[in-house]
């Protein structure tokens, strides 16, 4: 039920203030990155949850954003909506099959800079077992240097999907057939050139 990806990825790429091309991991480790989504349930509240467990990289370069590139992995299992039950619901063959299909993955296909620090962010999610283009509305956080030395890079993403659309047909109603996704991301650089 997640999108998943995007995220992560989202996540990224985007219109910093680095010289050159850099290399960032997702800050996970630090807690610094996340992806959520929501749902409605039955059209009269919204649903929300995360994935505890993903990791990726993005490239970023400052004179050329539309060579940017992002991969990101989600570990389906991980998912957490803060409740027992019904996230072994969410996990189960009604929903995100974990058993069958442990991972998600995002794979960028473009970056479309879009002015004022907002993006386009397109690429290939595989969920579900069902690999589809989705498309992810980026906004830049910012970027700078880190108490540590180091460099971060940070981006907001959202997106949406039908759940459908992955082959997950668990009727919830009218309401409940779309679900968005919330990517916020920090990266760490681990290069610069």
Known sequence: MI???????????????????????????????????????????WLYGRFDEFNGRFNYDADKPEASSVNVEINTASLNSNHAERDKHLRGKDFLNVDKYPKATFVSTSFTPKGDGKAELKGKLTLHGVTKEISIDVTEIGGGKDPWGGYRQGFHGTTEFALKD??????????????????????????MM
Not at 22 to 42: N, S, V
């Open 166 to 191: 992955f082959g997950i047909d668990y009727d919830l109603g009218p309401a409940s057939r779309t679900v968005q996704l919330i990517l916020d991301v920090e990266g760490i650089a681990q290069s």
């Open 3 to 45: 999108r998943a990806f995007s995220l992560t990825l989202s996540l990224l790429l985007g219109l910093s203030g680095q010289l050159h091309a850099t290399e960032y991991k997702i800050d996970t480790a630090g807690a610094h990155a996340f992806i959520q989504f929501k749902i409605k349930h039955l059209g009269y509240s």
